[in-house]
């Protein structure tokens, strides 16, 4: 199992520098997370407060595109976080969404 989750944290790093500025995305409900998918790979799992601020707009996005990619070093984290780190450093998508003409309130 150890194994398995290692080699899913590897893919999604290699899946992540894959990614280009223009690349477009979607945002999905996932299981009760708010998911980025490049296809059909998971490429950023929203934080809860991201998850509670996306999920009602979800049907509204007409398109998730990438801007950025962000690198994130494990001391840039506060120090209660860094224990929970994976990995040294990692990538992130910085997107924009751009929502349909339907009102999202």
Same mark, same amino acid.
């Given at each position: +199992?150890?194994?398995? *989750?290692?080699?899913?944290? *590897? ?8 990614? #280009?500025? /223009?690349?477009?995305?979607? +945002?999905? #409900? #996932? ?27 979800? #049907? ?8 950025? +990619? ?9 120090? /209660? ?18 929502? /349909? ?5």
């Amino acid at each position: +199992m150890v194994v398995n *989750i290692g080699l899913y944290f *590897i893919t999604i790093h290699q899946h992540l520098a894959r990614l #280009n500025t /223009g690349s477009r995305l979607s +945002m999905e #409900n #996932n299981n009760g997370k708010v998911v980025l998918k490049d296809q059909d790979r998971v490429v950023a799992v929203l934080s809860k407060q991201g998850a509670q601020f996306w999920s009602a707009k979800i #049907n509204a996005i007409e398109s998730v595109t990438v801007l950025a +990619m962000v690198r994130r070093y494990r001391d840039d984290s506060e120090e /209660g976080y860094q224990a929970r780190c994976k990995v040294e450093q990692w990538e992130l998508p910085l997107v924009e969404v751009v929502f /349909g003409d339907t009102c999202i309130g």
